[in-house]
Nanobody, 121 residues
């Protein structure tokens, strides 16, 4: 069974950095898309960054120039490097992936359980 597990969250002061990791475990025949979402208290979940298998990236405007999404295909692991963190970045960060759970079928979408990021002022 495929699972996504995030790690790397925590408490950091404004201006600091964190690196989130997302490990996809189970039988996987490739990851088409890996993305990071976040949800702050009382707000809707929003897309933070996405990375396709071809290397195309997409960032929400508020994190451009500060966050970098990347992946290690050999390890089925995605990363979100977050620099110059701001209190408004405080949220639960979720990993999301479109991946191939079989060798012949279409992709399926999976979510991790989230990791808390808290940025103090």
């Amino acid at each position: 069974q495929v699972q996504l597990v995030e790690s790397g969250g925590g408490l950091v002061r404004a201006g600091g950095s964190l690196r989130l990791s997302c490990v996809a475990s189970g039988i996987i025949f490739g990851i088409e898309l890996m993305a990071w979402y976040r949800q702050a208290p009382g707000k809707q979940r929003e897309l933070v960054a996405a990375l396709t298998s071809s290397g195309s990236t997409n960032y929400t405007d508020s994190v451009k120039g500060r966050f970098t999404i990347s992946r290690d295909n050999a390890k089925n692991t995605g990363y979100l490097q977050m620099n110059s963190l701001k209190p408004e970045d405080t949220a639960v960060y979720y990993c999301n992936a479109d991946l191939f759970p079989t060798a012949w079928g279409p992709t399926s979408n999976y979510w991790g359980h989230g990791t808390q990021v808290t940025v103090s002022s």
